[in-house]
């Protein structure tokens, strides 16, 4: 695994562009004016401290994982500091998605895969308006997560506990999401499972923001189908992240691009 990550990061490397290679004004305006601008700097020392206090929790809990596991843990017996660090979103991601959120003026946002609620957090730090629901699989990171939001006064998530074969349904019927964060199971079956169940909540200006497409092979592929699917019509691969979004008013296009 570790030498197909070196592969696919080299790959990337060199199929990748920045804004100049980019002959797209929609997404030439979000490399230039979202992507490559600052954070905003409260927004930002909210999201370090949150960072900060789960860093210094040190409480083992005991995983209930539904997805593809942990390459890094060996048990399901895990410190919440070590669950933040490894699993939790980087400083790098969270500065990017708190100027998507803030460059898009997300309202409805759903997550999928809440873990202890780092990435959550960050969803709320970026529209602290929007409504968010937030879907986890394992009780007791759940119960982390809930403990987090509370503390921090994140009072705009609604945390929803179960297998997401069972809760996704629930969330997205009748409704229409913004933005959609994918970050709960890194197979590919469970991903286009997913995609496909949330392709009904879409608007012409939603975001679907998937972690990880070049994690593994499967992965790969799953993102190979999600861009093929003739809903979509632009699509970026930021290496870590692949972004979606459904503007019928644009060429079907895909974008490798450097951030």
Known sequence: MKWFKIRSFITFLLTSTNQHGVHSPFVYDLVTKCFNTKTNPSKKNAFNRIRKSLYSNHKNITITDYGKGSSFFKNNERKV???????????????????????????????????????????????????????EGCENTAQIAKELFNTNHLNNIQLVVGNFNKTLSSVIKNKHYDLIYFDGN??????????????????????????????????????????????????????????????????????????
């Open 81 to 135: 500091s070590d669950i933040a660090k490894i699993a939790g979103i980087a400083t790098k991601r969270a500065k990017l998605l708190l100027r998507i959120i803030d460059y898009f003026k997300s309202k409805n946002i759903l997550e999928i895969g809440t873990s202890v609620g780092l990435g959550t957090s960050v969803l709320s730090i970026g529209n602290p308006e929007a409504e968010i629901i937030t879907l």
């Open 186 to 259: 890194h197979q590919k079956k469970a991903t286009l499972d997913y995609f496909n169940q949330c392709l009904e909540t879409t608007n012409n200006d939603s975001v679907f923001i998937f972690d990880d497409i070049n994690w593994s092979p499967e992965m790969q592929l799953a993102w190979k189908d999600i861009k093929n699917h003739p809903k979509v019509t632009v699509t970026i691969n930021a290496f870590f992240w692949g972004i979606v979004f459904f503007r019928q008013e644009q060429e079907k296009q895909h974008f490798t691009i450097r951030i």
